[in-house]
């Protein structure tokens, strides 16, 4: 629902229909000496930007991951400071 409101004479409107196919058809009507003013309520406060992101620097390791039945060790390069795998 969609609230709409005239400064000049009070007219307050709640309504699912578009704003303002409803304000129009008020301004050709509205009682007020000079006519309608549209009261539009001041927006939210803007949220606050998120810190600056340092990417990682990256530095690389083998990590043992797996040894197969045939004896073959199996690794895994990853990231030792952000623990992210990288494509070997």
Do not use: F
Not at 31 to 36: D, E, L, N, R, W
Not at 74 to 85: D, T
């Amino acid at each position: 629902m969609i609230e709409i409101a005239c400064e000049a004479c009070g007219w307050l409107a709640i309504t699912s229909q578009p704003a303002h196919l409803v304000w129009a058809e008020h301004v050709e009507s509205c009682p007020a000496v000079g006519g309608a003013v549209r009261h539009m309520p001041e927006l939210p406060a803007l949220p606050a930007r998120l810190p600056q992101v340092n990417a990682c620097r990256h530095r690389l390791v083998r990590k043992q991951i797996a040894v197969t039945p045939s004896g073959a060790k199996r690794y895994a390069v990853m990231c030792e400071l952000c623990g992210r795998y990288m494509d070997a």
